[in-house]
């Protein structure tokens, strides 16, 4: 997998960032609304596996400890970025908090474009206006949120600003291997980088006992049976209304990137604490991602019983059956390296393509075994399904009347599929596809 770059979108109040994400990414994201700073907090967005936009809130008040708060934020988006998009609007002169943001940005020595949005309005004033802030007239772009003007424009030089930041190999060329990437992903002080330092066996990231201590990823190759291994060590995921404004908002964005970088996330739970929400929720992106998944239960030398919390984390982690759990511990080494065995195999199992043939015959099993319902005169008929893709393994049901189907029976038939193939550590997504139609298939 590579390093998605970051890209962040700074700019005054009410400039169209929100609108901006949303277009880039075509879909709503970030919440658009006319008022002022409706944006508190920082959304992101994958766009085209290209790169991670990121959409900030907008200065206000400095005299106002909140938006005082969001100013740093924005300074923080600006050092995490690899490329920044000041964003102004175009239709209002603009004034000394504008070129306040500006010198920010171009102090940070990253490449830096202006966007001029709103460009489609009648008021629109012209580049001239802007030139002040010391930014290139051809790293200028008008663009539009609403009607689309210049995004394709802008794209482009989105690609080409961030082509030294991309780590994608030439097409045919194997010279090296891709490193398999495992993230360690979890809440603050649960052992994330004594983990790190045990698996690299060196002492590169700094342990403390102090909530919070990695603020950024740290990176590690090892080789495991001739592969090389990459090994992510992220900052630990608090709950979003407990999050520091500034750089613990910007550390969380970093993990939530290298989530989306990495192969497979071992998400590790601490054995003397209570198992949160939080971890729920961080296993849930993880899957969503569709990354292979360890729960890797730490600090197993400080409890003397671990089956009463094997059996908590498989109630609190019923969604994820096919999660293997490993009990460890960084302090005596126990089951480090099995970490790897286990990255390995889940490895294996994301690349596992089924026979059409044998596909179809779990489906027809299933169909034997609990027939689909449906409504009093209309019941779904699955005719036959596909895999269409590895890591996730993806599969896509074609029939009729598929949208009638109730998701317990889609939920059945991925069990009937693991009983066969197991898919360890690896969620599976299917697409039910009515073929007397060109609808969009319905995705669990």
């Known amino acids: 997998m590579k390093k998605l770059p970051i890209v962040a979108l700074i700019g005054q109040t009410n400039a169209g960032k929100s609108s901006l994400l949303n277009r880039l990414a075509h879909k709503n994201i970030a919440i658009v609304a006319r008022e002022e700073g409706t944006t508190r907090d920082n959304v992101m967005a994958r766009i085209d596996d290209k790169f991670l936009l990121i959409d900030t809130a907008g200065l206000k008040d400095p005299t106002d400890d909140f938006e005082a708060g969001i100013q740093d934020q924005i300074s923080d988006a600006i050092d995490a970025a690899d490329l920044i998009l000041l964003t102004v609007d175009s239709s209002r002169h603009p004034d000394y908090r504008d ?121 590690v190759e090892v080789r495991f049976h001739g592969r090389t291994l990459e090994i992510l060590d992220t900052a630990g995921l608090r709950k979003p209304g407990k999050r520091e404004a500034g750089i613990e908002k910007f550390s969380a964005l970093r993990t939530l990137a290298a989530i989306e970088e990495s192969d497979i996330c071992a998400l590790l739970v ?15 992106q993880i899957i969503e991602a569709g990354k292979g998944i360890i729960v890797v239960l730490t600090k197993a030398d400080l409890v ?82 596909v895999q269409t893709d590895t890591c996730p393994p993806w599969f896509v049901v074609h029939g009729r009347d598929l949208g009638l189907l109730h998701w317990s029976w889609k939920r059945f038939l991925e069990r009937k599929i693991r009983e066969k193939y197991p898919f360890v550590g690896t969620p599976i997504f299917f697409s039910f596809r009515n073929d007397q139609d060109k609808r969009k298939p319905d995705n669990i």
């Open 270 to 284: 601490d054995a003397t604490e209570p198992h949160s929400k939080l971890d729920q929720s961080l296993a849930g």
């Open 304 to 385: 003397d019983n671990t089956d009463d919390i094997l059996d908590k984390l498989e109630n609190d982690f019923n969604f994820l059956p096919y999660a293997p759990v490993l009990i460890t511990s960084s302090e005596t080494g126990q089951n480090i390296t099995k970490l790897f065995e286990l990255v390995t195999e889940i490895d294996q199992t994301r690349h596992l393509e089924i026979k059409t043939s044998e596909l179809n015959k779990i489906l027809g099993e299933a169909i034997i075994e609990h027939p689909p319902a449906g409504l009093k005169n209309t019941r779904p008929k699955p005719k036959y399904i």
């Open 99 to 219: 070129k306040d943001i500006a010198k920010k940005a171009l102090r940070s020595r990253k490449p830096v474009l202006l966007l001029l949005n709103k460009s489609d309005l009648g008021d629109s004033l012209s580049e001239n206006e802007f030139l002040h802030f010391g930014i290139k007239p051809d790293q200028t772009f008008r663009v539009s949120a609403t009607t689309g003007q210049g995004i394709k424009e802008l794209k482009s030089a989105i690609y080409h600003n961030l082509r030294p930041t991309t780590t994608t190999k030439p097409d045919g060329d194997t010279s090296k291997e891709q490193p398999l990437t495992i993230a360690l992903i979890g809440r603050p002080n649960v052992g994330k980088s004594s983990m790190f330092n045990a698996l690299g066996q060196k002492q590169q990231a700094l342990v403390s006992s102090r909530q919070g201590t990695t603020r950024d990823v740290n990176r």
